[in-house]
């Protein structure tokens, strides 16, 4: 038997267009994976809180208002505190090319702009999340 590979997807902060989220949702749901969409203006403290109630895989942010840099290490941080270092972040959004040094040092693994073909996210998420997914 194997494991689903179980993917939250969040909106943090103060973004109110959920569109791509959605559409990224539905396309992991129809790739096999087991996907929680817990919303629109989450905490980065209510993002950790579901991927350690749901015991997830990968946690999948979507920010389109240019706060990933103050979000992204925020939630990295409270994944290091509650012991979650495996989870596998990605990030969906508006991307300056600038910024995605910093994101990858501090632990973000994929980063998607708008545009990125769905199968895109899809290999790279079955790549790359931790080895008890593929595991039986």
Known sequence: MHHKI???IAKPGLDGHDRGARVI???L????MEVIYI???????QIVAAAL????????????SGAHMHI?????TLLEDR?????????????????????????????????TPMQDVV???????RSRVESP
């Open 6 to 8: 179980r993917v939250v």
């Open 25 to 27: 949702a539905r396309a």
């Open 29 to 32: 749901r129809d790739a096999g």
């Open 39 to 45: 919303g629109l203006r989450q905490a980065p403290e």
């Open 53 to 64: 109630q749901e015991d997830a895989d990968v946690i999948g942010l979507s920010i389109l």
């Open 72 to 76: 992204c290490p925020r939630v990295m």
């Open 83 to 115: 012991g979650l270092r495996d989870v596998l972040v990605v990030l969906g959004g508006i991307i300056p090319d600038a910024d995605i040094p910093k994101l990858n040092e501090i632990g973000v693994r994929g980063m998607f702009p708008p545009g």
């Open 123 to 129: 290999d790279f998420i079955r790549k790359n999340v």
